[in-house]
């Protein structure tokens, strides 16, 4: 019974939290709060979504602050194309990686993280060749974007999922 209510516990708390944070705190926001995060734990719990499962959960810290330190970097990066460089010198691209990671879980985490990553776009990924589309705003070296996205990310999170 209380599975069917609560079907991720963490998800609802964390929802009552955010909540909390965006209003201020009441008895009714908190009623109200726990309403919405119980609604959308049950939405969740519909789409039947895969629990992710960690191999090696431990080296999670490490690759959340590869990423957050790779997305200030982007950051300075994408500024200083967009505010010195001509347009004649930027070349934004295409790229298509091979990737070994078949996690769906895994795959996921690496869409959000390229996305997320000023300058690069996760666009699609083919399952069936198991190739990434990506699209890069600065795009000098190939061989660099792809030796960083398989070498950075896909190997760590292949560690972690699979």
């Known amino acids: 019974m ?16 955010f909540w909390m944070v965006l209003n201020t705190f009441s008895l009714g ?3 109200l709060g726990s309403i919405v995060a119980m609604i ?23 690759l959340i602050l590869i990423v957050l330190f790779d997305i200030v970097r982007s950051n ?7 505010l010195f460089k001509k347009e004649k010198n930027r070349r934004s691209g295409f790229l298509n990686i091979q990737l070994e990671l ?10 959000v993280i390229l ?11 083919n399952s069936s060749q198991g190739t990434l ?3 890069v705003l600065d795009n000098v070296d190939e061989t660099a974007w792809t030796a960083l996205i ?5 190997k760590l999170l292949m560690e972690i999922f699979e």
């Open 2 to 17: 209380i599975a069917r209510i609560f079907p991720y516990p963490l998800l609802t708390v964390s929802l009552v939290i």
């Open 29 to 31: 926001h908190l009623i």
């Open 40 to 62: 959308a734990s049950m939405a969740m719990a519909a789409l039947r979504p895969v629990k992710p499962t960690f191999r090696r959960w431990y080296l999670l810290p490490k």
């Open 76 to 82: 300075i990066s994408v500024a200083q194309i967009i």
């Open 102 to 111: 078949k996690h769906p879980i895994g795959l996921a985490t690496l869409a």
């Open 115 to 125: 996305t997320s990553t000023p300058g690069s776009a996760w666009l699609e990924y």
């Open 133 to 135: 589309l990506l699209h």
């Open 150 to 154: 398989k070498n950075r990310y896909e």
